[in-house]
């Protein structure tokens, strides 16, 4: 029955007095009069736990496919970076244009999964992703390389990815009560999608190193997408039986789960009436969610960075943070259903993504870089059902928990779209260091904690303030008791016919915002909408870093312009004796070498670029110019005694991406110059600010040799066009 059915509920005090002898009505009845759902239950056998158990794998397996890709997507960030000739911030873009979807189809979604249910929507959902997966590995096929075709891809794999996880939350909570196997089923869902994870993410780098292309990777990915597609189509199949051979209890109405489409579902209203503990969960759920959902993003990267290995060691190190949440999450749902504490769970939740995120921010060890791992590691243990789970308990009707888990979804991702790209141009901006950019993510963590923390004290004394919050600090078992010392209405009859009603409707009134206090809803939920549109602006903005984060040359000024920046960054990283001289382009000094073979090095690299880019069809292309160490290679003991053998390992590289352009007049010729003119002093400047940092510095492996020349370490410029490498 809708809301519009029943009499609104009386507004209840802060301090309820004994005199209020029956509680208020509220909308919460079950579908149908309970004489019809008794004779129901007699009609058909109650559901045998095996086939729960079938509706639990089923519905992980789902989103195994989407989390795959995920996973592997930033894995191969360096790769991608490197073959399509982007920048940071065009990478951000990639990842966050996933967010930036879900920030308002996620909304319309949840209404749909509230509605139709969630295996219908499982198969759609899945669907999508399946073809976006496979847009994105046609987009690396034979080459192609086509940054346009990976965004494409990337937004109609969104539509799928965006409510998949809220689709399976919905099934549970149909299928199992709070207290009763929902938190459990939720860790399992999440158990499963940090596999995924940790199997796409830690495999990519060595798919694609051993198969010669990052298209394997993406195409092994397609193909788990059909699996997880048809896993859908037999979950729809699944439900469709159960619910006409065996009674099922729909644990979100109280009614009798039929498979059917809900009525009356589609309101408005009910937002209004959502609980203010809701709110302040969105609020941490903002920084806490979506610091340790985008972290993901740069965590393969900044293990190569911080370790100074390649992508394959980063994948794998990156990826075992993972595999702690695999085996951890299920037994948490377990000590949930048992014993509550959702909110000291939160609280943990903040308390160890801050620890992490200090330690990565403030030290730079092998240690304390480990250890980092493993806190956020925790964090990640911490996040996922505990959240799903707390946000079904403190909405005062479980019919709309779709609807409420997607309005916390959609401004997390808001706030996912911000903070990753405003990561990627700090990232640019420092040189393709992400040290300053855990900044961000330090921030998130002190927000998190602070935010969690005040729930975690009103929840535990002040609840006749907040106690929807207390009611989910306790286990279910001790809901009656709890609600009876609460509101103060007397006791609830364990035994007496409807019983089960009589604790819902006085569960509502605790949760549900008063009248009154109607504005406190429309309020949060227009702090929700201005944080989405800020996430289109940074969004916007991001395009537009990447966009101007390439050196766009004009074809008769290319060769000076490329000359001049790698002469540039060999003057400030060449520690010999080095004579130096200067360049004039587009009215920009530039420092230079003095030294016929660098001379005949950077015109040979130039060359072979602009001979690439002239020939082919792509006019975008790559320098990189690699500064190395020697170190010993690692092998079997033996092997190190009767031949050391050494390896070059770099220790920084500089990536020059280039962007040729044509002008057909010579209004554009002045308009490109203009702006790289501008590039030039812009490049001028990192280069400057990098080299001279302390964290520029210390990027210096030690000297421990006496040497003549230019450089006591070894450095190459290697020329990439089309994603493959030229000479």
């Not at 809708?2 to 509920?9: F, H, I």
């Not at 919905?170 to 994870?197: C, D, K």
């Not at 604790?503 to 809803?521: A, F």
């Amino acid at each position: 029955m809708s809301t519009n059915d029943q009499k609104t509920p009386r507004p209840r005090s802060l301090s309820p007095t004994t005199a209020d002898k029956k509680p208020p009505l509220s909308p919460y009845k079950s579908d149908g009069d309970s004489s019809v759902l008794v004779n129901e239950e007699v009609k058909k056998p109650k559901l045998p736990i095996l086939w729960r158990v079938a509706v639990i794998v089923l519905t992980c397996l789902c989103s195994f496919g989407n989390h795959w890709s995920n996973g592997l997507i930033v894995a191969l960030k360096t790769t991608i970076i490197s073959h399509t000739h982007i920048n940071n911030s065009q990478f951000a873009t990639l990842v966050a244009v996933t967010n930036l979807v879900n920030t308002f189809l996620c909304i319309l979604l949840g209404f749909a999964i509230d509605k139709w249910g969630g295996p219908k929507l499982s198969v759609v959902l899945a669907f999508f992703h399946l073809a976006g997966s496979t847009i994105m590995a046609g987009a690396a096929t034979n080459n192609l390389n086509s940054f346009v075709l990976l965004i494409i891809g990337k937004v109609i794999a969104a539509i799928g990815d965006s409510s998949l996880d809220n689709a399976q939350h919905r099934i549970f909570s149909t299928y199992f009560a709070p207290g009763r196997g929902f938190a459990f089923s939720i860790g399992m869902i999440w158990s499963i999608a940090n596999l995924g994870q940790f199997v796409g993410q830690s495999t990519a780098n060595v798919i694609t190193r051993n198969l010669g292309s990052y298209a394997w990777s993406l195409w092994i990915s397609a193909i788990i997408s059909v699996f997880s597609f048809l896993c859908a189509i037999s979950l729809v199949i699944l439900d469709t039986y159960l619910s006409r051979r065996y009674y099922i209890k729909d644990q979100t109405n109280g009614g009798t789960h039929l498979g059917k489409a809900q009525e009356n579902i589609f309101n408005l209203k009910a937002l209004r009436k959502l609980s203010a503990t809701f709110w302040i969960i969105v609020a941490f759920a903002v920084f806490e969610n979506a610091g340790v959902q985008s972290f993901v993003s740069i965590s393969t990267q900044f293990a190569q960075q911080r370790l100074k290995k390649g992508a394959v060691i980063g994948g794998w190190v990156s990826s075992f943070y993972l595999l702690l949440p695999v085996g951890l999450t299920p037994f948490l749902g377990v000590w949930i259903d048992a014993f509550g504490n959702r909110v000291t769970l939160l609280f943990l939740s903040g308390v160890t993504f801050l620890i992490s995120m200090l330690l990565l921010r403030f030290s730079h060890s092998i240690q304390t870089f480990v250890a980092a791992y493993v806190f956020y590691a925790l964090s990640q243990c911490v996040t996922p059902a505990p959240q799903v789970e707390i946000i079904r308990q403190v909405i005062p009707d479980p019919r709309y928990f779709a609807t409420a888990f997607s309005i916390k979804k959609s401004v997390v991702q808001a706030s996912i779209v911000i903070i990753t790209t405003a990561a990627g141009k700090i990232q640019d901006d420092s040189g393709g260091s992400l040290d300053n950019a855990i900044s961000l993510w330090l921030a998130y963590g002190f927000a998190s904690v602070a935010i969690s923390g005040t729930l975690l004290i009103a929840g535990s004394s002040w609840w006749p303030i907040l106690p929807a919050a207390r009611l989910a600090q306790i286990p279910a078992r001790r809901t009656a008791a709890e609600v009876e010392r609460l509101d103060k209405l007397g006791p609830i009859p364990s035994e007496e016919k409807g019983s089960d009603e009589n604790l819902k409707e006085r569960s509502y009134n605790l949760k549900v915002i008063n009248q009154n206090r109607g504005w406190v809803s429309w309020v949060m939920l227009g702090l929700s909408i201005g944080m989405v549109l800020l996430g289109w602006v940074m969004f916007g903005l991001g395009v537009f870093w990447g966009v101007h984060g390439s050196v766009v040359v004009e074809r008769q000024s290319a060769k000076e312009v490329l000359r001049a920046l790698l002469h540039a960054i060999l003057f400030h990283r060449l520690l010999g004796v080095v004579k130096p001289q200067t360049s004039e382009v587009l009215d920009v000094t530039l420092p230079a070498v003095n030294d016929p073979d660098i001379e005949h090095l950077v015109d040979d690299k130039v060359n072979v670029l602009w001979r690439a880019v002239e020939a082919g069809r792509h006019k975008k292309g790559q320098i990189i110019l690699a500064l190395s160490e020697k170190r010993q290679k690692k092998g079997w003991a033996v092997t190190q005694i009767f031949s050391a053998v050494e390896e070059e390992v770099p220790w920084e590289e500089w990536h020059i991406n280039v962007d040729l352009r044509q002008a057909l007049t010579d209004r554009d010729r002045q308009t490109l110059n203009s702006n790289l003119s501008s590039t030039l002093s812009d490049a001028l400047k990192k280069i400057l600010t990098h080299t001279s940092s302390e964290r520029g510095r210390a990027a210096i492996p030690l000297i421990t040799n006496a040497f003549n020349g230019l450089s006591p370490f070894p450095f190459s410029i290697r020329v990439r066009v089309g994603g493959i490498e030229v000479s």
